[in-house]
C-alpha cells in the first residue's frame, strides 16, 4: 500500500512548503540530515478509508527558523508557542496534501506538536497498535527534517 | 481601503497571510475558529473578504460558509478558503456552499495576489499595475 | 545575495545574449540571486565566478541549465487578467464569427513558458465557444527553452502553479488530480501542440495566425532583436488577425503596419489596412487608441547595448 504515496511525493509536497512559504533559497533537500540536539514534533491523524497518521520532525533550531520567517519576527523575539504554531502548520500542510492524495473519504484531525529528545521513546505521541509506511529524511540548511507515515491497523478492510 | 478578515487556527498561518495582504494595501483582521469569525463579522464593518481555512476547532472552515451565506446582509462580501483539502470532491463542496475561490495551501504571495484579482478585489499596491502609467 | 564581480556579470551578460538575444540589465542583479542557485548547487559551488569557470570551459547541458534559469519566467494561468477577458468578450466572438465558414482558428503562444496561457485559451474556448469544438483548431506554443516545452506537453502542474491564477471552477472542471499533481483534461491536451523555438533566430516555415501573443518577451530583447521578432510576427498575422504584447510593450517606433486598438482595458494590434486613417475598421474601439504606453517598450532595460 505504500506505493499510494511514494517517498517522491511525500519529499514534493514537504519541498513546496519551504518554496512557498520560505523565500530566499532555504531549501529542503533530500538526505539526512545530522541528528538534531533538540527535537520538535507535529503531527496529524488521517481517519477514514485510510487511518494513521503523518508526523513531521525536525531539530529546534529549524523549527524556529520557520517560525521566524512565517511570523516575520527575528528568532530572538520567537515565544515557544509560536515555534510550536509554526510546525503545528508545517504538518497540518504536508498531512492535509497527503491526505488529499488517498482514498476518499478521509478527514483529517487538528495537529498536535511535542517538543521531544531525540529518542522516539521520549516523545507523548502514542504509537501503539501503528506501522511505519513511509519514512522520509530531509534537510534545510544542514538541520534534519523527517516525514513519517504512520498506518493504523484500523478498521478490518474487505 | 479594501478589508480582509483571515479565519485559521494557526496564528503563524495567519501571520503569513497578513503579511502579504498588508503589503497589497489591505486592512487585515483576524479570527482563530469559524464562531470567532461569525462574532467578529457581525460586531462589522463588512469585510470585503473573508479568507478561510477548513480545520479548525470549535467550527470548521465548511460551516462557516454555510453559516455566512445564510445571511444576506453578507452577501457582497467574498469568500476564499484557503486550505490543504486538494480534492475535486472538496472544492466542490466549498464552492456549492459559497465559498467564490480556492487557495490551496501551501502558496506563494503571487497566487494570494491572482486570486484577489479574480474575486475583483484589485490590490492597490501591486508591483505592476495593469494600465501602466496615466500619461497621456 | 549572490556576491559577483562586475567582470562575471558582464560575462553572463554576453554569454546570455548570444544565445538568446536576451539583454540581462545591470538591473537584474536580482536575477542571479533567484535563479542561480540551483544551478550553482549543480556544479557544486556557491560562487557565481565558479559557475563562469565551469561555463568558459564549456559544457553543453550547463549551458543550457544556466540560458533556462535566467530566461524561463514565472507564469500563471489567464495571466494579468485583463487580456483574457477582452479575449472572452470581444476578440475571440469576433474570431469565431469571421471564421464560422472557413472553420478554422488558429493560435499561437510565442513565449509559451510550461503552457499555462494556451492551455487558459484552449479552456476558454472550450467554457465560452463550444461551436469551435468541431472545427480545425490550431492551438500553437513555442518556447525557448526546451525544458519548460517538454512540462507543457505534460499538461502537469503541481499545486503551487495550480494556485497560479486558475478560477477554481475551471479547476475542478479541466484538471484531475494525479498523486500531488494536477492534469489537464486530454481532451484539451489533444488540441493542443507545442515545440522548441528560439523567436531570434530564422524560423521554419509556419502558417498565419488568427491570434498571436507574445507577451512579455521583447522587454528581454534589445532594440535590433525586437524589431526583427516583431516584423516576422506581424507578417504571421492573418488580414483580420490580432496580436497581443506585454502591458508594457508596443510596436510603436519599432516597426510599422500595426495600428493598436483596445478592449475591457487590454490592448491589441492589427494589421493596417488602406482604409483605416479614414475610416477606421469595423473593429470594437477605435484605433487611435494607443495612448498611455510607454514609448519604446521596457525603456531601460536595453542598457548593455553600449557594449563591444
Known sequence: ?158 | MTHALVVDDSRAMRSLLRQVLERLGLEVSEAGDGRAAIAAISAGPLPDVTLVDWHMPVMDGLELVTEIRRHKEWRRMAIMMVTTEAEHESMVRALLAGANEYLIKPFTPDAVIEKLCILGLEPGARQTTANGGSAA | ?308
Open chain 1, 1 to 158: 500500500m505504500t506505493d499510494l504515496v511514494s517517498i517522491e511525493t511525500i519529499t514534493e509536497i514537504a519541498q513546496s512548503f519551504w518554496e512557498a512559504f520560505l523565500p530566499d533559497g532555504a531549501e529542503l533537500q533530500p538526505g539526512s540530515g545530522p541528528l538534531a540536539a533538540e527535537e520538535i514534533r507535529g503531527r496529524v491523524d488521517i481517519d477514514g478509508s485510510w487511518t494513521g497518521s503523518v508526523e513531521l520532525s525536525c531539530s529546534l533550531a529549524l523549527a524556529r527558523r520557520v517560525a521566524s520567517a512565517m511570523f516575520c519576527v527575528e528568532e530572538e523575539a520567537l515565544d515557544p508557542i509560536d515555534v510550536r504554531d509554526a510546525v503545528g502548520e508545517i504538518v497540518n500542510v504536508v498531512g492535509g496534501n497527503i491526505k488529499s492524495i488517498l482514498p476518499p473519504p478521509t478527514s483529517l484531525s487538528i495537529p498536535v506538536v511535542d517538543e521531544a529528545g531525540p529518542d522516539p521513546g521520549a516523545t507523548g505521541i502514542e504509537r501503539t497498535g501503528t506501522q511505519l509506511e513511509s519514512e522520509v529524511h530531509l534537510s534545510s540548511g544542514g538541520e534534519p527534517v523527517v516525514v513519517r507515515l504512520w498506518r493504523s491497523a484500523g478498521p478490518a478492510v474487505g
Open chain 3, 1 to 308: 545575495m549572490i556576491a559577483t564581480t562586475d567582470a562575471d556579470f558582464r560575462f553572463l551578460q554576453q554569454f546570455l545574449y548570444e544565445r538568446s538575444a536576451i539583454v540581462l540589465g545591470e538591473d537584474k542583479h536580482y536575477l542571479l540571486d533567484s535563479r542561480l542557485p540551483p544551478v550553482l548547487r549543480r556544479v557544486g559551488s556557491e560562487s557565481v565566478s565558479d559557475l563562469v569557470r565551469a561555463l568558459r570551459r564549456g559544457d553543453p547541458s550547463l549551458e543550457t541549465a544556466v540560458v533556462d534559469a535566467l530566461t524561463t519566467n514565472e507564469t500563471s494561468w489567464f495571466r494579468d487578467g485583463a487580456p483574457f477577458e477582452a479575449l472572452r468578450r470581444h476578440v475571440l466572438p469576433e474570431l469565431v464569427a469571421e471564421n464560422s465558414l472557413r472553420r478554422c482558428l488558429s493560435i499561437w503562444s510565442a513565449a509559451a513558458s510550461t503552457g499555462q496561457e494556451l492551455y487558459s485559451i484552449a479552456m476558454l474556448l472550450d467554457a465560452e465557444f463550444p461551436e469551435v469544438a468541431s472545427w480545425r483548431l490550431d492551438l500553437h506554443g513555442t518556447d525557448l527553452s526546451t525544458e519548460v516545452i517538454e512540462r507543457a506537453r505534460t499538461g502537469r502542474f503541481s499545486a503551487l502553479e495550480i494556485n497560479r491564477g486558475l478560477p477554481a471552477p475551471f479547476l475542478v472542471r479541466y484538471f484531475r488530480r494525479e498523486g500531488a499533481h494536477y492534469v489537464i483534461a486530454d481532451s484539451l491536451r489533444s488540441r493542443v501542440r507545442f515545440e522548441q523555438l528560439n523567436l531570434v533566430k530564422p524560423w521554419p516555415p509556419r502558417q498565419d495566425y488568427d491570434l498571436i501573443l507574445l507577451r512579455n518577451v521583447l522587454i528581454y530583447f534589445d532594440e535590433p532583436a525586437r524589431r526583427r521578432v516583431l516584423a516576422a510576427v506581424r507578417d504571421h498575422l492573418r488580414p483580420n488577425g490580432y496580436l497581443v504584447l506585454g502591458t508594457a510593450e508596443t510596436p510603436r517606433g519599432l516597426v510599422g503596419g500595426l495600428v493598436a486598438v483596445s478592449a475591457a482595458g487590454a490592448t491589441f494590434f492589427r494589421l493596417e489596412q488602406a482604409g483605416d486613417a479614414a475610416s477606421g475598421r469595423p473593429a470594437f474601439a477605435q484605433a487611435g487608441a494607443e495612448r498611455a504606453m510607454p514609448a519604446g517598450s521596457g525603456a531601460g532595460e536595453a542598457s548593455g547595448k553600449e557594449e563591444g
